[in-house]
């Protein structure tokens, strides 16, 4: 493995040390100042709305743990990991076990896209509960989760710069 794979594959293992540790501005600090961010419910993320998604998320995951395994980089710049998100989701207090596979590009020793995949039917079941698995798989569900999350990162964007 090459320096800037193996630097690459430790800023990876950094930043999910961190998000475990709930330091969403060291989270942060592994990020390019324009890089993206996507998941199934944050499908496009600039770099403004990733901080501020980080900060809400390790201030409201009071019992968020992280394991992440399976950590590479190549020499290209691009990198990956696997990782598993336990947590309270507190708008039920339900228990959510998400199993998360994440793609990095990289520039300048920094990640530029940050992409997660999970399965948004398999967490809506966990984190709503059977009305998250009966209807979870239908996009009209899948979409309102979205909006729910967009509307939470705004208020959540407000409070903070005001």
Request: charged share 20%; net charge positive.
């Amino acid at each position: 493995m090459a320096d800037a794979a193996r630097a690459n594959a430790a800023l990876i293992e950094r930043f999910y040390a961190a998000l475990h540790r709930h330091d969403a501005d060291a989270m942060i600090a592994c990020y390019a100042p324009d890089a993206t961010f996507s998941d199934p419910v944050f499908p496009l993320l600039n770099a403004r709305e990733l901080r501020t998604m980080w900060r809400m998320l390790c201030a409201r995951g009071k019992d968020l743990r992280v394991a992440v395994s399976k950590v590479e980089a190549d020499d290209a710049g691009a990198g990956s990991a696997h990782w598993v998100a336990t947590y309270t989701y507190s708008a039920t207090g339900r228990h959510v076990v998400n199993r998360i596979d994440a793609s990095f590009r990289f520039r300048g020793s920094l990640i530029a896209r940050h992409v997660d995949r999970f399965d948004l039917w398999r967490w809506a079941g966990m984190a709503l509960g059977a009305k998250g698995t009966l209807l979870g798989w239908l996009p009209p569900v899948q979409s309102a989760i979205r909006a729910q999350a967009a509307k939470a990162l705004e208020a959540y964007g407000q409070a903070k710069a005001g």
